[in-house]
């Protein structure tokens, strides 16, 4: 049950949800609705189309129910699409969350772990960084409909990956970056670059 100090200072605050069903007996009836998501942060229909996660720290934090639901779709026999999490965070021995669980979903082939840790050596590296070291695998995965999803830090984050993805677009089709960055907004606006991110 949510508990806590109310926010007056007065009292305590205890979570409308989780006390209903805190006095509810086995058995009882719950009455829901479920619908289906309006957000487009959510996996392909098609379980075929490969897809490029990126999302460092707690960005990470919906990825971990794409790869649940991808390993549950690769458990009933879906033929599955190629899958990169870019994740990233200070230092593996510290603050690499989900750490084995990431590690088994790679092993068990339901996605490709690439991670940056920009304080476990002397020069930072960021999930931009190995974005850009990945990047031919990156390009052959947008080639083949590769849709890309960002979540975190909207304010540097993002746009440091917007910018790597645009450079890379540059490169490969051998345009100038204005010309790049004319595509970056057609591939964002065709629902191909998803973001579900924060400034803060």
């Known amino acids: 049950m949510v508990e806590g100090p109310a926010r007056s200072g007065r009292g305590t605050y205890h979570g409308v949800c989780s006390t209903h069903l805190s006095r509810l007996s086995e058995g009882d009836i719950v009455q829901a609705v479920v619908q289906p998501p309006s957000s487009p942060f959510r996996l392909p229909e098609d379980p075929s189309v490969p897809i490029v996660m990126i999302g460092p720290g707690t960005g990470l934090a919906p990825f971990r129910g794409f ?36 590690k088994a979903a790679e092993a068990d082939g339901v996605i490709a772990l690439h991670t940056a840790f920009s304080r476990a050596q002397a020069e930072r590296v960021y999930v931009q960084d190995v974005l850009r070291q990945q990047q031919a695998q990156v390009w052959r995965l947008i080639e083949d409909g590769a849709i890309i999803y960002v979540c975190g830090d909207g304010a540097s984050m993002e746009p440091d990956v917007r910018r790597t993805l645009t450079k890379l677009y540059a490169e490969q089709a051998d345009v100038s970056f204005a010309e790049a960055e004319v595509w970056m907004e057609e591939f964002a606006a065709s629902g191909r670059y998803v973001l579900d991110v924060w400034a803060g």
């Open 67 to 102: 790869i649940q639901a991808r390993r549950a779709l690769k458990t009933d026999g879906a033929d599955l699409g190629e899958a990169m999490l870019f994740f990233g965070c200070r230092h593996p021995d510290q603050d690499f969350i989900y750490e084995e669980e990431l």
